[in-house]
T-cell receptor
Framework: AQSVTQPDIHITVSEGASLELRCNYS??????LFWYVQSPGQGLQLLLK??????LVQGIKGFEAEFKRSQSSFNLRKPSVHWSDAAEYFC?????????FGTGTRLQVFP | GAGVSQSPRYKVAKRGQDVALRCDPI?????LFWYQQALGQGPEFLTY????????KSGLPSDRFFAERPEGSVSTLKIQRTQQEDSAVYLC?????????????FGPGTRLTVT
């Protein structure tokens, strides 16, 4: 079955440190891939998306993600985390007419 | 412009009650989606409309769940005879695309608690 896996349930980093959130997908072909962020009480906000072409995509708020076909991965990165980045992050893949989400990674940022 | 709005934001229902959750998509968006997000989980697809046509309802967990979008704009998700396992956040999303509707804009969700 097609699926999206986020192996890290909870990550804690210090403010200013670099960040990498992992995402793996299981699909027959390369799906469209997305990263969303969800703050408490807020809806999902799209950070970035990958459809094709350049495997390194830039998003909002200083985030980027790299698609690696050989590893079926689409990891999210940020070089320097800010306290306001604390939130839940979801990786998702588009399948036909719906988004398939991972279970999310909760990011905690310490000052 | 206005984003996707949902009402109510919070709903408490006693087990066995019927509830109705409303979604107002972004004006002009042809596609509308409902997702269910249980505590500590990612959103899971429930159903999809293209204008007023419900094209996919494969994610609805039981026949107690019913969704409609009669005029191709506002949508209502109805849950009959609510059960405790229905407690979740219900997210609505809309998309301007009718094909390859991957660009989805999400509302803030309705948190349903069944007691």
């Amino acid at each position: 079955a097609q699926s999206v896996t986020q192996p890290d349930i909870h990550i804690t980093v210090s403010e200013g440190a670099s960040l990498e959130l992992r995402c793996n997908y299981s699909y027959g072909a390369t799906p469209y891939l997305f990263w969303y962020v969800q703050s408490p009480g807020q809806g999902l906000q799209l950070l970035l998306k990958y459809f094709s072409g350049d495997t390194l995509v830039q998003g909002i708020k200083g985030f980027e993600a790299e698609f690696k076909r050989s590893q079926s991965s689409f990891n999210l990165r940020k070089p320097s985390v800010h306290w306001s980045d604390a939130a839940e992050y979801f990786c998702a893949a588009h399948n036909t007419d719906k988004l398939i989400f991972g279970t999310g990674t909760r990011l905690q940022v310490f000052p | 412009g206005a984003g996707v709005s949902q009402s109510p934001r919070y709903k408490v229902a006693k087990r066995g009650q019927d509830v109705a959750l409303r979604c107002d998509p972004i004006s002009g968006h042809v596609s509308l989606f409902w997702y269910q997000q249980a505590l500590g989980q990612g959103p899971e697809f429930l159903t999809y409309f293209q204008n007023e046509a419900q094209l996919d309802k494969s994610g609805l967990p039981s026949d107690r769940f019913f969704a409609e979008r009669p005029e191709g704009s506002v949508s209502t998700l109805k849950i009959q005879r609510t059960q405790q396992e229905d407690s979740a956040v219900y997210l609505c999303a809309s998309s301007p695309h009718w094909q390859f509707s991957y660009e989805q804009y999400f509302g803030p969700g309705t948190r349903l608690t069944v007691t």
